[in-house]
Structures are given as structure tokens and as C-alpha cells.
């Protein structure tokens, strides 16, 4: 049920709402019978809207659990990366299995025990314990921007172990500045790193890497 809410959040996010019940299993991976059935036992407990033959959206309800799964989640990753020593491209499916079965009051302890992280090990923003609204700021694929543009990694939306590894090892992680150093027309985006190093991505990869430009975080900080 909860793996059902945290992406219908997740596809509200990214696009407009209602969500399609085939787009949902697709998510998912089930079959639209299968994504139906959980959808009428979430409307039944008030966690969704349905609107025939357009999709559902989820209720302030449905929101607040959706958010919950996505902060232990997202507080998991980090304690398994910065605690136990865990990769951060071995993160994402323990934290799936563990997101369901830890308390509040282990939540609460992780959360300290981390001094109340704001972003997981892949940039993504932590809810807040308040589980108001999750604090996100705008950014960019690396593969909408054009040669010669310096860029800051906000955040990695690729969850393939492979991919990561591949990250990690060139360099590529949030926090880290690049420029882009050519487009090819063959699909490949290569950037060039502050050690001079440069490293060819493939278009699927540039797309998952969130990016900002540095002076707009620099003109952030100015304000606060």
C-alpha cells in the first residue's frame, strides 16, 4: 500500500495529477488489474480520490503517509551510508525493504543520530519531521544544458547500482561542480571536472543528473 502512495506522490510531482492507473503500473510494475485493486482499497480508506476514466490523486491523508515513507526512507539511505558504511549505490533497495518496519520513535533516533539531515547520499531532500511538505529546490537535467556551462550536481535521480558505481568512481556525486565540456549528436554529454579529468555520459544518465548553476546558490545564501 505504501509503495503505491510514495509514487503516486512522486508522479504528482512530475507531472499533472490525476495519475492514469496504467501509468501507475507501469511504476510499479504490475499489471493495471493488480494497480486497480489497490486503488479502490486506498479510496476505501481515504487515501485517494479517483476520477473515472482520468486517475487518482492522492488525499491530504494519503500525502501525509506517502511523505512518512519518503523521510524513512530517504533517512535510511543516509544511515546506512554514513553509519554502517554502505555504498550509495547499495542504499536504495535496503531502504525499500526497511522503509515499512521502523517505528516513529526509530525514526526520531536516526534523524538525531545524523543531526537531522537535510538531502539523502543522492540529493534528494529529506522530508521534514512535520511531514509538511518535502523542501525541494529547482534543478535542471545535465543533459539540457548546453558546452561550456559550469554546473553544480544537486542530486542523482539514477538508482542502478551499476550506474552509480560508475558515478562514484569518476567523481560525479551532489555537491560536486562540473562543466560541460561537448554534446555529441551520438547521444554522449562529457564533462569536465575540476581536476581536469573529463568523463562521457550517455544521454539516460545525463537526464537522471539533477544540476543548478553555482551562482544561484551563492545568490541563496546571500539571502538568507
Known sequence: MEDYLKAIYRLEREGDPPIATSTLADTLEVTPPTATSMIEKLADRGLVEREKYKG???????????????????????????????DWSEVHEEAE?????????????????????????????????????????????LADHGEGTRLLVARVRDRDPEELTYLDGAGIRPGVELVVDEVAPIGMVTVRLDSGE???????????????????IAEEVGEV
Open 56 to 86: 487518482v490523486t492522492l488525499t491530504p491523508e494519503g500525502e501525509t503517509v506517502a511523505l512518512e515513507v519518503i523521510r524513512h526512507h530517504r533517512l535510511l539511505e543516509t544511515f546506512l551510508t554514513e553509519e554502517l558504511g554502505y
Open 97 to 141: 525493504v526497511l522503509e515499512h518496519h521502523i517505528s516513529e520513535a526509530f525514526e526520531r533516533r536516526v534523524a538525531a543520530a545524523l543531526n537531522d539531515p537535510e538531502v539523502d547520499p543522492h540529493g534528494d531532500p529529506i522530508p521534514s519531521d512535520s511531514l509538511d511538505s518535502i523542501d525541494d529546490v529547482p534543478a535542471s537535467a
Open 198 to 216: 573529463t568523463v562521457a555520459l550517455p544521454d539516460h544518465i545525463a537526464d537522471a543528473i539533477q544540476v543548478r548553476h553555482p551562482d544561484e
